[in-house]
């Protein structure tokens, strides 16, 4: 009992040094990024501005990519989590619509928790202009996309490879989303609430964006 009590707090302790140690890098990551541009910075000064050692940067990220989707891949695992939690009789896009809302209800103090909300819109507006970042950033996006059509396969009992409808309903979903994160990108208000406010109403478009005729009230 006594070695028990003795280790939990130690170990809790180092895990969250470890964490303070990756956060302190993404940040410091994004701000030099941001400021003075991706290719140009170097993990140098990326461990300079932390006061840590490269051997130490390497150990939380593969490469300075990495870092810079270290915020998105946390948004992006909630998301996940979400729409693994979602009702099973929902319809797939109802529960992935309802999921990413329910994700940004939550996520804005977790971003806030590593990086301004304005330096994390900024990261978003230097990888849509930094050429091989928005390459990644779509490679990025096919796999999630691939995740997400699984995920829902299941959910519906279906074999993604056999029944085009899954992949369908991600491809429909994912370019919403893409077209949202273009628009508060280039908007005012840079906060959490405003993209999901914007997300909510995009999606709600979706139905009838589809419908056959549009003059049509």
Same mark, same amino acid.
């Given at each position: 009992?006594?070695?028990?009590?003795?280790?939990?707090?130690?170990?809790?302790?180092?895990?969250?040094?470890?964490?303070?140690?990756?956060?302190?890098?993404?940040?410091?990551?994004?701000?030099?990024?941001?400021?003075?541009?991706?290719?140009?910075?170097?993990?140098?000064?990326?461990?300079?501005?932390?006061?840590?050692?490269?051997?130490?940067?390497?150990?939380?990220?593969?490469?300075?990519?990495?870092?810079?989707?270290?915020?998105? @891949?946390?948004?992006?695992?909630?998301?996940?989590?979400?729409? !693994?939690? =979602?009702? #099973?009789?929902? $319809?797939?896009?109802?529960? *992935?619509?309802?999921?990413?809302?329910?994700?940004?209800?939550?996520?804005?103090?977790?971003?806030?928790?590593?990086?301004?909300?304005?330096?994390?819109?900024?990261?978003?507006?230097?990888?849509?202009?930094?050429?091989?970042?928005?390459?990644?950033?779509?490679?990025?996006?096919?796999?999630?996309?691939?995740?997400?059509?699984?995920?829902?396969? @299941?959910?519906?009992?279906?074999?993604?490879?056999?029944?085009? !409808?899954? =992949?369908? #309903?991600?491809? $429909?979903?994912?370019?919403? *989303?893409?077209?949202?994160?273009?628009?508060?990108?280039?908007?005012?208000?840079?906060?959490?609430?405003?993209?999901?406010?914007?997300?909510?109403?995009?999606?709600?478009?979706?139905?009838?964006?589809?419908?056959?005729?549009?003059?049509?009230?």
């Amino acid at each position: 009992m006594t070695d028990g009590q003795t280790v939990e707090p130690r170990a809790g302790l180092r895990e969250r040094k470890k964490q303070r140690t990756r956060d302190a890098l993404v940040r410091a990551s994004l701000e030099l990024f941001t400021a003075q541009g991706y290719e140009r910075t170097t993990v140098d000064e990326i461990v300079d501005a932390v006061q840590v050692s490269q051997r130490t940067f390497f150990r939380y990220f593969a490469s300075k990519e990495d870092a810079t989707f270290a915020v998105q @891949e946390m948004v992006e695992s909630r998301f996940i989590e979400e729409l !693994r939690r =979602r009702p #099973a009789d929902e $319809a797939p896009f109802e529960a *992935m619509r309802r999921a990413v809302l329910c994700a940004w209800n939550s996520i804005g103090e977790a971003i806030e928790a590593v990086v301004s909300v304005d330096l994390h819109m900024r990261t978003y507006q230097m990888i849509e202009s930094t050429p091989s970042l928005l390459a990644a950033h779509m490679r990025r996006g096919i796999a999630l996309e691939n995740q997400i059509a699984l995920l829902i396969a @299941e959910r519906e009992g279906l074999d993604v490879e056999r029944d085009p !409808r899954p =992949r369908v #309903a991600v491809a $429909a979903f994912s370019g919403v *989303m893409r077209v949202t994160g273009q628009l508060w990108g280039r908007g005012l208000d840079p906060s959490v609430e405003a993209l999901r406010d914007l997300t909510e109403e995009y999606l709600d478009q979706l139905a009838p964006a589809l419908a056959r005729d549009w003059r049509r009230k």
